[in-house]
């Protein structure tokens, strides 16, 4: 257990709806960070918030969007979603965005595109 | 933009056999190096990371990696391995300046047969 929680564990969507995510960061941190993990692949970075901002961007469309809020928790949305949006979304808590920081992850959504 | 290669995308070992899992990054400025281990089942959890200092970081549960910075490497030791080490294993890097965002090899599953 690392102290990182998110919701719902499991979603299942259709093709063109919008779907938001949770996460909860361990006490203490105020970086959280996306990741999307499709099946047999290593994670992938989506973005990163450090004290409400975005901090960073990985090769993902503006459809991925993201929020974080005053006690650091975070939500990821994706818009009009897409077959290939199927994928297990880690979130990832940080006590700062400082090289050498460890990443803690949380449990994961499953996300099914239907 | 730095890469990641995990050599060996699936691993068989009998118990108290010795294992490396081979790591190799791309990036041309400093970085840092992690060893992630997903249980089945369970969520992603550091093994070990290296910043700075001794090239040859000891982890939990008997694991060492050594980084070799001529040769962009960090691989993953350990001399015995036991059947609850059956896992998928991550090594990840992200550069010591700019965005941090991990940026994760495709995996090594591990099976260790009794």
């Not at chain 1, 960070?33 to 990985?58: C, K, T």
């Not at chain 1, 949006?85 to 803690?104: F, I, K, M, P, V």
């Not at chain 2, 992690?34 to 290296?50: A, I, R, S």
């Not at chain 2, 700075?52 to 910075?69: N, R, T, W, Y």
Request: hydrophobic letters at 30%.
């Amino acid at each position: 257990e690392t102290g990182v929680t998110q919701s719902p564990t499991h979603l299942i969507k259709t093709r063109g709806q919008q779907v938001t995510l949770r996460c909860s960061s361990q006490s203490g941190h105020n970086t959280v960070s996306w990741y999307q993990q499709a099946l047999g692949q290593g994670p992938q970075f989506i973005f990163q918030y450090y004290r409400e901002e975005e901090n960073g961007r990985g090769n993902f469309p503006p459809r991925f969007s993201g929020l974080q809020f005053p006690n650091y928790s975070s939500e990821l949305n994706v818009n009009a979603l897409e077959l290939d949006d199927s994928a297990l979304y880690l979130c990832a808590s940080s006590r700062s965005g400082r090289a050498g920081d460890t990443q803690y992850f949380g449990p994961g959504t499953r996300l099914t595109v239907l | 933009a730095q890469s990641v290669s995990q050599h060996n995308h699936h691993v068989i070992l009998s118990e108290a056999a010795s294992l490396e899992l081979g790591c190799n990054y791309s990036y041309g400025g400093t970085v840092n190096l992690f060893w992630y281990v997903q249980y089945p089942g369970q969520h992603l959890q550091l093994l070990l990371k290296y910043f700075s200092g001794d090239p040859l970081v000891k982890g939990i549960k008997g694991f060492e990696a050594e980084f070799i910075k001529s040769k962009f490497s960090f691989n993953l030791r350990k001399p015995s391995v036991q059947w609850s080490d059956t896992a998928e294993y991550f090594c990840a890097v992200t550069p010591d300046t700019g965005r941090r965002a991990l940026t994760f090899g495709s995996g090594t599953r591990l099976q260790v047969q009794p």
